[in-house]
T-cell receptor, first 109, second 113 residues
């Protein structure tokens, strides 16, 4: 079973700052997904990346899949309080999907 | 399209009891997965059902079981509840193709006392 490590575990920043969170593994993934979960709700899919080196942008969010398809990063530009939540990455390998423990982001106004 | 629905949203049970949770997937989705989420362990995969068959299973004891009906609705059952079973139980549906893109319900918050 592949292990996905996310860092940092917790991040507290001021509105307007930039940030990057990471998702790392020793396993190669056929695809990797990022989700955001707000309190009292289920995770919501943000993006799926499938090609090594792929970069996807979703408004102020930029997702990158590592060249070797073992790691990924999520960069948020000019963070807003609405970005607050638990960011989860999930990797798919050999028809098996596993989630990382998440990065809990707090953006203070 | 309506999203994934889970019932009940909140549940309080006593140790030793059993519980059944229900999940209705997005229309057209044939795969339903169940997860347990706790502050200490994060999101843990329980099992996945596809076309009424269990397709994948996580590392949970046999007290945790599930099933899927012909209309893709799914139920999970936990027997002989333990205090450590207190958690948010999330259901997620997907098309069942190789994308594995999951659409989650709001979860059932189970408290075992």
């Amino acid at each position: 079973t592949q292990l996905l490590e996310q860092s940092p575990q917790f991040l507290s920043i001021q509105e307007g700052e930039n940030l990057t969170v990471y998702c790392n593994s020793s396993s190669v993934f056929s695809s990797l997904q990022w989700y955001r979960q707000e309190p009292g709700e289920g995770p919501v899919l943000l993006v799926t990346v499938v090609t090594g080196g792929e970069v996807k942008k979703l408004k102020r969010l930029t997702f990158q899949f590592g060249d070797a398809r073992k790691d990924s990063s999520l960069h948020i530009t000019a963070a807003q309080p609405g970005d607050t939540g638990l960011y989860l990455c999930a990797g798919v390998s050999n028809n098996d999907m596993r989630f990382g423990a998440g990065t809990r982001l707090t953006v203070k106004p | 399209k309506a999203g994934v629905t889970q019932t009940p949203r909140y549940l309080i049970k006593t140790r030793g009891q059993q519980v059944t949770l229900s999940c209705s997937p997005i229309s057209g989705h044939r795969s339903v997965s169940w997860y347990q989420q706790t502050p200490g362990q994060g999101l843990q995969f329980l099992f996945e059902y596809f076309s009424e068959t269990q397709r994948n299973k996580g590392n949970f004891p046999g007290r945790f079981s599930g099933r899927q009906f012909s209309n893709s609705r799914s139920e999970m059952n936990v027997s002989t509840l333990e205090l450590g079973d207190s958690a948010l139980y999330l259901c997620a549906s997907s098309l069942g193709d190789h994308s594995y893109e999951q659409y989650f319900g709001p979860g059932t918050r189970l408290t075992v006392t």
